[in-house]
């Protein structure tokens, strides 16, 4: 099992950027996949990005390619989201969520562990 804490929210002026944090609990850490997800409100979880247990593969929305980058470090326990470019349509909920499937994958109910979430607020 693994706990999974996020930081990094607050507020930024639409192209700006922000980095979060994922703290992970457990000396498997490296046994997961790994993913960024965010809800917006009134809106379903979306998937945002996904990286692979060595952090050799990563995988994106479309809507964030190019803007957002997914990283992490095993030794640390840790998955970083670099966000740059920040738009309005960004703010959301930002949570991390683990997977032990191998396949990287955007569906949601794939993710087996999920944090309590950080709060992202882009203004115009």
């Known amino acids: 099992q693994v706990q999974l804490v996020e930081s990094g929210g607050g507020v930024v002026q639409a192209g700006g950027s922000l980095r979060l944090s994922c703290a992970a609990s457990?000396?498997?850490?490296?046994?997961?996949?790994m993913g960024w997800f965010r809800q917006a409100p009134g809106k379903e979880r979306e998937f945002v990005a996904a990286?692979?247990?060595?952090?050799?593969?990563?995988y994106y929305a479309d809507s964030v390619k190019d803007r957002f980058t997914i990283s992490r470090d095993n030794a640390k326990n840790t998955v970083l989201l670099q966000m740059n470019s920040l738009k309005p349509e960004d703010t959301a909920v930002y949570y991390c969520?683990?997977?032990?499937?191998?396949?990287?994958?955007?569906?949601?109910?794939?993710?087996?562990?999920w944090g309590q979430g950080t709060q992202v607020t882009v203004s115009s």
């Open positions: 457990g000396r498997t850490f490296s046994s997961y996949a």
């Open positions: 990286i692979s247990r060595s952090g050799d593969m990563t």
């Open positions: 969520a683990a997977t032990n499937r191998v396949v990287l994958t955007s569906t949601r109910l794939a993710y087996d562990y």
